[in-house]
């Protein structure tokens, strides 16, 4: 049994606006990767959604999402590295503290 791809690409549309949602409207540098996070995952469901869709034989759009989870996976670390950092120079995670690159 498959789940149809309508039903795939409204979970995506959701995922992803609550993403944006909150990439906007989030003061905190940790909420701005978790929104970015689920930006990531409504495109590997979307990815799972064409793939199943288009071609259940191959695995297209399961590689493409295990590379994406792996950039995801990435930039988490990398994400967290930063505001660690940043948190122990300002002592703050507010995004609109952040003015290390101003002149």
């Known amino acids: 049994m498959f789940i149809q791809l ?4 409204l979970l995506a549309a ?21 929104s970015i996070e689920l930006l990531l ?5 979307n990815l799972m959604g064409f ?3 288009i071609d259940p034989a191959e695995i297209k759009g399961q590689m493409f999402a295990i590379f994406v ?3 995801a996976a990435a930039e988490a670390a990398v994400g967290l590295a930063i505001v660690l950092a940043i948190y122990r120079n ?11 690159l101003k002149w």
């Open 51 to 53: 793939s199943n869709f």
């Open 41 to 45: 995952n409504a495109v590997n469901i």
């Open 14 to 34: 959701a995922l992803f606006c609550i993403g944006i949602y909150g990439l906007v409207n989030s003061r905190s540098a940790v909420r701005v990767l978790m």
């Open 6 to 9: 309508e039903y795939c690409l």
């Open 90 to 100: 300002r002592e703050t995670v507010d995004m609109e503290q952040f003015n290390l």
């Open 69 to 71: 989870i792996t950039v």
